[in-house]
């Protein structure tokens, strides 16, 4: 018996970036010529993420280096991925004529995303996105790992290396914040 395997039809990257439905809730991305839509985010990732990106944000915003996002579409090399937070430095932000930020997705790599495993999500796609990150320029990525109280770091040209309970967490330069897993993860608790 001959098994058939359905061919899914792939699109282009700029054919990706022209649909209407890419950016609807949860986002979509575009990987390895695969249109990939991102898990929903349940209760532990969405307070993570907020109060992640809050204090990285009023830290940064301090050194005027730096910018702080969530859910922005980052689009570079041959993907246009959403990472749950990333950090941009403020000269590459493009601006429209008035000095505000131009609302559109980036194109080119932050230089740290971080991301929060969601139930069902398979740790494998996350990691690669945050290597493909780190061929493209970021310098820093973090997987954050709700179920395992734990904190996987990957850096350009550095071995991963796992966080957990009170390691201080590395963080991209020039930035004056001392976290640790325990910390992070207090937020769970109200």
């Known amino acids: ?24 809730a949860p986002a979509y991305e575009y990987i390895n010529k695969e249109v990939v839509r ?17 204090l990285i944000e009023s830290v940064l915003e301090k050194k005027k280096q730096a910018v702080t996002f969530t859910e ?24 429209n004529e008035d ?11 932050p230089i740290w995303s971080i991301e929060i495993l969601s139930p069902n999500q398979k740790p494998t796609k996350v990691i690669d996105n945050i290597l493909f990150c780190l061929e493209n320029g970021t310098k820093m990525g973090w997987l954050i790992d709700t179920d395992e109280k734990m904190i996987m770091v990957f850096q350009a040209e550095k071995a991963l290396k796992i966080y957990r309970d009170e390691d201080i967490l590395p963080i991209i330069d020039n930035l004056d914040l001392e976290l640790t897993p325990s910390q992070i993860f207090s937020w769970l608790k109200l």
Do not use: W
Request: glycine fraction near 2%.
């Open 1 to 24: 018996m001959v098994t058939i395997t359905p061919i899914k039809p792939q699109i282009t990257l700029e054919q990706f970036l022209q649909q209407d439905y890419i950016d609807e």
């Open 38 to 54: 991102k898990p929903m985010p349940k209760t532990h990732h969405s307070r993570i993420q907020i109060k992640l990106a809050s």
């Open 72 to 95: 922005l579409r980052c689009t570079f090399g041959s993907r246009s991925i959403v990472p749950d937070i990333v950090i941009i430095n403020r000269q590459q932000i493009p601006l």
């Open 99 to 109: 000095g505000e930020l131009d609302n559109n997705a980036i194109f080119f790599a």
